[in-house]
């Protein structure tokens, strides 16, 4: 098995429990393109936040189908996302401000409604680097970026999308 996340505490916290627990694992402070291209997985579990932590739509597809091109043969992306109604009048001025920003500054700033800008996003992080927090309003929303991917997908029982190439 193979760990990887672009945190290096977080890579050696899950080393020590591994080998308290004597499980045969490797962990790579990597991300996913750190690692060979040719390296592929029967799993790939996309933890809770790492989905929505990527600002656009298109980005988010493209998230998937990266996730999708590590499968091994009848492998499964296993996604943790979650949704929140959070719409008002305070989030609906915040997203058309930034919307159009974005479009009058460029494309480095763009975002979209449901993005979110955010501090310290866990212990790990650093509370002054400020980054992107995608809130879904349904579930239907994450499982129509999927389906745009040209992904099949089936519910967990435990909430979890598991994710597979058509």
Not at 91 to 97: N, Q, R, T
Not at 104 to 121: I, K, N, S, Y
Request: hydrophobic share 50%; aromatic share 8%; net charge positive.
């Amino acid at each position: 098995m193979t760990g990887i996340d672009v945190v290096p505490a977080l890579v050696a916290a899950a080393a020590r429990h591994a080998a308290v627990e004597r499980l045969p694992v490797r962990f790579l402070a990597t991300a996913l393109d750190g690692l060979p291209k040719d390296e592929v997985f029967d799993i790939v579990l996309a933890s809770g936040g790492v989905y929505e932590h990527t600002p656009t739509r298109a980005r988010r597809i493209a998230f998937l189908l990266a996730l999708a091109d590590r499968l091994a043969p009848g492998g499964a992306v296993v996604l943790v996302a979650g949704w929140n109604r959070d719409r008002g009048v305070r989030h609906a001025l915040v997203d058309g401000i930034r919307w159009s920003l974005g479009r009058a500054l460029g494309d480095r700033f763009t975002t979209e409604p449901g993005d979110r800008l955010v501090r310290h996003l866990s212990l790990a992080s650093d509370y002054r680097t400020t980054c992107f927090f995608h809130v879904f309003q349904t579930a239907e929303a994450i499982t129509r970026e999927i389906e745009a991917a040209g992904l099949a997908w089936r519910r967990h029982p435990e909430g979890a999308w598991i994710v597979t190439p058509r």
